[in-house]
């Protein structure tokens, strides 16, 4: 059974910095890409930024400039390093891997969910 457990999350005024972390347990092969989303209630989930097993990258434009994710493959551990946030930041943020069971299967993960509120 695999695992994401996320944390980080919390209450941050506008224009400070938020150090979201997401550790995958378990039993796997190794972790193809990694994510992180996000969602707001009434809205779809939201893919706000990647990176590949290899550390290529990937952002959502409004957060291109602010964000920052990071991976360590070592701990099996994805990050994404906030900056500058504002209120329209303010979702629940996901962790997504994608999971190799073996060299020839792999499956998606995610974790529970950490809320980012982004206010006075």
């Known amino acids: 059974q695999v695992q994401l457990v996320e944390s980080g999350g919390g209450l941050v005024q506008p224009g400070g910095s938020l150090r979201l972390s997401c550790a995958a347990s378990g039993t796997f092969f190794s972790i193809n890409a990694m994510g992180w989303y996000r969602q707001v209630p009434g809205k779809q989930r939201e893919l706000v930024a990647t990176v590949t097993s290899g550390g290529d990258t990937g952002y959502v434009d409004s957060v291109k400039g602010r964000f920052t994710i990071s991976r360590d493959n070592v701990k099996n551990t994805v990050y994404l390093q906030m900056n500058s946030l504002k209120p329209e930041d303010t979702a629940v943020y996901y962790c997504?891997?994608?999971?190799?069971?073996?060299?020839?299967?792999?499956?998606?993960?995610w974790g529970q969910g950490t809320q980012v509120t982004v206010s006075w």
């Open positions: 997504n891997a994608d999971i190799r069971l073996s060299p020839y299967t792999s499956f998606g993960s």
